[in-house]
Nanobody
Framework: QAHLADSGGGLVQSGDSLRLSCAVS?????LGWFRQTPGKEREFVAA????????AYTDSVKGRFAISRDNAKDTVYLQMNHLQPDDTAAYYC?????????????????WGQGTRVTVSS
């Protein structure tokens, strides 16, 4: 059983940067970040393999966001640069027991409580 605690959200202006963090306990997993806005489904943002060697991103954040992990600290990060108002959402870290780099919410087994990011124009 994993426990995830995500943090780092806040209110920023368009073009600013934020770094989200998620402390993970209870094992080594594929880790991902998802985001959700009211009335919409939770969507995939980025994921990273257990070793950190493989990453995946949704197209809208490629070149702006970077996912990384520090296995010594059991923490995964999402560095978000050049933030835009469309990035406004609640962001959730998630852990998967599956192989590869899953992108679907159904393939993730554990979730953080979410941290809110608001980008003003």
């Amino acid at each position: 059983q994993a426990h995830l605690a995500d943090s780092g959200g806040g209110l920023v202006q368009s073009g600013d940067s934020l770094r989200l963090s998620c402390a993970v306990s209870g094992g080594t997993y594929v880790l991902g970040w998802f985001r959700q806005t009211p009335g919409k489904e939770r969507e995939f943002v980025a994921a990273i393999s257990r070793s950190g060697a493989l990453t995946a991103y949704t197209d809208s954040v490629k070149g702006r966001f970077a996912i990384s992990r520090d296995n010594a600290k059991d923490t995964v990060y999402l560095q978000m640069n050049h933030l835009q108002p469309d990035d406004t959402a609640a962001y959730y870290c998630a852990a998967s027991r599956r192989a590869g780099i899953p992108r679907n919410t159904a393939e993730y087994d554990y979730w953080g409580q979410g941290t809110r990011v608001t980008v003003s124009s």
